[in-house]
């Protein structure tokens, strides 16, 4: 019996990143990226590891698609690396790159599975980087120039876009906490470069919408995390408003209002003199209304008053709670309230939830099996807050598991196992997990 079933056009799938996977770092013009520099610097990625050659997707992608034919994926949201495209981020393109994601789509259309295309998952090329990266503001302009040449490209056969993966990490993991590339420690620099990172989706949205002339849609993935106050006290309260502004509002409201959410604007400012806002930016946002939202949700927030973080708030462990590898709470529930707080702050829109997933020590049997079952569980208990969330009227359109195989975790390097798939470290064999046949039945039975 099927307890919770989805509508016959969900889109379930799987997500990856280009740098986390592709690997040929140096193959076919790929220029460098800011990853390549960062994890070839000492003391930055956990394990001494580079995705130089990661899980070799760039060579194997056509046993990988078969892979994903044999659970049965209906869409696969992957990566752009832009300096296959760009080796230097702008100038001329490179063919070889450019047709190595056109052979990708091709065979995911030929296997029947949606291409859901993100146009930028962190890996920004080394050379803009040279130039002040995403605290440039002409690197906005560079996006929406490297965007348009795929939308030509591609339009054709890609009907769902995403414009940015999770720009409060690029920003702020990247340039004010240093653990991301480009491993920058500067919070005002953090807040410009999220302002820049907005315009360049605003603007790559604007060149979508002249250019495209069939049914495309578009869209961007925001890591959101919905907060609790550690405590019923007025002060945590407003710790927990204050959070939620830093990680949600600042980049919500942009999209889907048009402007940024005033008590962190004026915080922002009255601290750090940022984000430094030109005249019509605003208007750029209000010009560039998305399609859809992506969605990726992995814990929640309990947030406390704290006189030692940077905006007067910290976020505290749960008590009595259970975590992932990551360090993360296990909070199904968050998932529900958050889509619920999503349609109604922000009229309604279209979600996909474009990451959710679990980092396990996964049980490798003797017989070479895979038994995930912390993995089978807590998927089945998001997609059933997923399923709530529908029944109440919020506008799921389809669930993208993080992640297809295992592959290099940013910082972490391959110590943590995200995949639906492992991946010899030696080899490179690819061996599906008992959670991948749980989901294949998932697909088949468009529920559970």
């Given at each position: 019996?099927i307890?919770?079933?989805f509508?016959?056009d969900?889109?379930?799938?799987?997500?990856?990143a280009?740098?986390?996977?592709?690997?040929?770092?140096?193959?076919?013009?790929?220029?460098?990226?800011i990853?390549?520099?960062?994890?070839?610097?000492?003391?930055?990625?956990?394990?001494?590891?580079?995705?130089?050659?990661?899980?070799?997707?760039?060579?194997?992608?056509?046993?990988?698609?078969?892979?994903?034919?044999?659970?049965?994926?209906?869409?696969?949201?992957?990566?752009?690396?832009?300096?296959?495209?760009?080796?230097?981020?702008?100038?001329?393109?490179?063919?070889?790159?450019?047709?190595?994601?056109?052979a990708?789509?091709?065979?995911?259309l030929?296997?029947?599975?949606?291409?859901?295309?993100?146009?930028?998952?962190?890996?920004?090329?080394?050379?803009?980087?040279?130039?002040?990266?995403?605290?440039?503001?002409?690197?906005?302009?560079h996006?929406?120039?490297?965007?348009?040449t795929?939308f030509?490209?591609?339009?054709?056969?890609?009907?769902?876009?995403i414009?940015?993966?999770?720009p409060w990490?690029?920003?702020f993991?990247?340039?004010a906490?240093?653990?991301?590339?480009?491993?920058?420690?500067?919070?005002?620099l953090?807040?410009?470069?999220?302002?820049?990172?907005?315009?360049?989706?605003?603007?790559a949205?604007?060149?979508?919408?002249?250019?495209?002339?069939?049914?495309?849609?578009i869209?961007?993935?925001?890591?959101?995390?919905p907060?609790?106050?550690n405590?019923?006290?007025?002060?945590?309260?407003?710790?927990?408003r204050?959070?939620d502004?830093?990680?949600?509002?600042?980049?919500l409201?942009?999209?889907?209002?048009?402007r940024?959410?005033?008590d962190?604007?004026?915080?922002?400012?009255?601290?750090?003199h940022?984000?430094?806002?030109?005249?019509?930016?605003?208007?750029?946002?209000?010009r560039?209304p998305?399609?859809?939202?992506g969605?990726?949700?992995?814990?929640?927030?309990?947030?406390?008053?704290?006189d030692?973080?940077?905006?007067?708030?910290?976020?505290?462990?749960?008590?009595?709670?259970?975590?992932?590898?990551?360090?993360?709470?296990?909070?199904?529930?968050?998932?529900?309230?958050?889509l619920?707080?999503?349609?109604?702050?922000?009229?309604?829109?279209?979600?996909?939830?474009?990451?959710?997933?679990i980092?396990?020590?996964?049980?490798?049997?003797?017989?070479?099996?895979?038994q995930?079952?912390?993995?089978?569980?807590?998927?089945?208990?998001?997609f059933?807050?997923?399923?709530r969330?529908?029944?109440?009227?919020?506008?799921?359109?389809?669930?993208?598991?993080?992640?297809?195989?295992?592959?290099?975790?940013?910082?972490?390097?391959?110590?943590?196992h995200?995949?639906?798939?492992?991946?010899?470290?030696?080899?490179?064999?690819?061996?599906?997990?008992?959670?991948?046949?749980?989901?294949?039945?998932?697909?088949a039975s468009?529920?559970?």
């Amino acid at each position: 019996m099927i307890a919770k079933s989805f509508p016959s056009d969900f889109l379930w799938g799987a997500a990856t990143a280009s740098y986390q996977l592709e690997g040929a770092a140096t193959l076919d013009g790929r220029g460098e990226t800011i990853w390549d520099r960062f994890s070839h610097t000492p003391g930055t990625i956990r394990d001494r590891n580079t995705a130089d050659v990661a899980c070799d997707h760039y060579r194997r992608f056509a046993d990988d698609v078969a892979m994903m034919k044999e659970i049965g994926l209906r869409a696969y949201r992957f990566s752009i690396a832009w300096s296959r495209v760009f080796p230097e981020g702008t100038g001329k393109v490179n063919a070889r790159g450019l047709d190595f994601y056109k052979a990708l789509v091709d065979a995911l259309l030929q296997k029947g599975i949606i291409p859901m295309v993100t146009l930028y998952h962190w890996d920004l090329p080394q050379s803009l980087q040279d130039r002040g990266g995403w605290g440039n503001r002409q690197t906005a302009d560079h996006f929406a120039d490297y965007a348009a040449t795929l939308f030509g490209a591609l339009g054709d056969r890609v009907s769902h876009w995403i414009t940015l993966n999770e720009p409060w990490c690029v920003a702020f993991l990247g340039h004010a906490d240093g653990i991301h590339a480009p491993g920058y420690r500067d919070f005002p620099l953090a807040v410009n470069v999220s302002h820049h990172l907005l315009l360049a989706h605003a603007k790559a949205v604007i060149r979508f919408r002249e250019m495209n002339k069939g049914n495309g849609r578009i869209g961007i993935a925001l890591n959101l995390v919905p907060m609790y106050p550690n405590s019923p006290s007025a002060e945590d309260e407003r710790a927990s408003r204050i959070d939620d502004g830093f990680m949600n509002r600042w980049f919500l409201d942009p999209v889907f209002e048009g402007r940024y959410p005033d008590d962190i604007l004026r915080l922002y400012q009255e601290r750090y003199h940022r984000p430094e806002i030109e005249p019509h930016d605003l208007e750029l946002f209000s010009r560039s209304p998305v399609d859809f939202l992506g969605v990726n949700y992995y814990m929640r927030h309990l947030v406390a008053k704290s006189d030692q973080g940077r905006l007067g708030f910290e976020a505290r462990k749960p008590p009595n709670a259970t975590f992932t590898e990551m360090g993360w709470e296990i909070f199904p529930e968050g998932l529900s309230v958050l889509l619920r707080r999503l349609d109604s702050d922000y009229r309604h829109p279209e979600i996909f939830i474009t990451e959710n997933g679990i980092a396990l020590e996964d049980d490798l049997r003797k017989d070479g099996r895979v038994q995930d079952d912390a993995r089978v569980s807590y998927l089945r208990d998001h997609f059933a807050e997923a399923h709530r969330a529908m029944q109440s009227g919020v506008k799921v359109r389809g669930y993208f598991i993080w992640t297809l195989m295992d592959c290099f975790e940013w910082h972490d390097g391959f110590t943590k196992h995200f995949g639906l798939a492992s991946v010899d470290r030696g080899s490179l064999e690819r061996r599906w997990k008992a959670s991948a046949y749980w989901y294949r039945d998932v697909i088949a039975s468009n529920g559970f």
